[in-house]
């Protein structure tokens, strides 16, 4: 089969699976089988290409950055699979907040409870290099995801195995984007192939709050919870605690400085 046939079919295959995105994703996955860009596919539609089982993972709604294997992050490209949260654009927002918050401090000591795939912490290091970077997580298959990803980058992250209580070392910012999530009911079929350990909890905001030594907090917060830990922040002490908006217009990172 041609790129030309793939993509029709692909689309169509992924419009009747419910992918709201199904020629996006089309695009992706022929890319990916042809290795080269979502606009370089259309140079080469007359190349035969197999989309090998990328097809039949993504109808089964396993998200697209599991399916290719890497996903972008701000500057990043990193290794993505089940072992850690993909990759997300409002996660950026953290990255881009936290890096405003250190703007004139020289050689900043920056913390990121929670660290996944590496995004947030590795992104840090990236765009502040003199910045002393630390990213912790309780899940050793996130760790060694995040390893990998600091490893092929080249980018010296320190990466530990511990809860919130690292967050009591003393930092000049500790961000995190805990679990948040109640229930994944009636959320998209593709949270169901990520680590529910990742996903699923309450009161972390809370928790790492209330051990904190830093001078400023970065948190990204589920849909509605905004206002809840920003009151929780004012109540710890901390002041100029401001919200920033994803690209959908919801409140999803609150910050403070103390």
Not at 36 to 57: F, K, N
């Amino acid at each position: 089969m041609n790129a030309r046939a793939a993509l029709r079919d692909a689309e169509a295959r992924l419009a009747a699976a419910g992918v709201e995105t199904p020629r996006v994703d089309a695009e992706w996955l022929v890319a990916h089988a042809l290795g080269t860009t979502r606009s370089g596919v259309y140079a080469r539609l007359d190349e035969e290409v197999d989309l090998d089982g990328l097809l039949t993972r993504r109808e089964a709604r396993e998200p697209l950055a599991y399916v290719l294997g890497e996903w972008g992050f701000r500057r990043l490209a990193l290794k993505t699979d089940a072992r850690a949260l993909v990759p997300r654009p409002e996660t950026e927002i953290v990255v881009e907040r936290a890096l405003a918050l250190v703007r004139d401090v020289q050689s900043p000591r920056m913390l990121d409870v929670g660290v996944g795939s590496g995004a947030i912490a590795l992104a840090l290091k990236d765009e502040r290099p003199d910045a002393t970077v630390v990213g912790v997580d309780v899940s050793r298959d996130a760790l060694s995801l995040a390893r990998e990803n600091a490893a092929r980058l080249g980018l010296a992250v320190e990466l530990r195995e511990s809860d919130e209580s690292a967050a009591g070392e003393g930092w000049d910012v500790v961000v995190s984007n805990p679990p948040y999530v109640d229930s994944l009911e009636g959320l998209q079929p593709e949270l169901r192939h990520e680590p529910r350990t990742a996903l699923l909890g309450e009161d972390m905001h809370a928790r790492i709050a209330a051990v904190a030594e830093t001078r400023a907090l970065v948190f990204e917060v589920g849909a509605g919870q905004a206002e809840e830990i920003a009151a929780l922040l004012g109540r710890l002490g901390y002041r100029e605690v401001r919200t920033t908006p994803d690209l959908a217009g919801i409140d999803r990172v609150v910050e403070g400085i103390r």
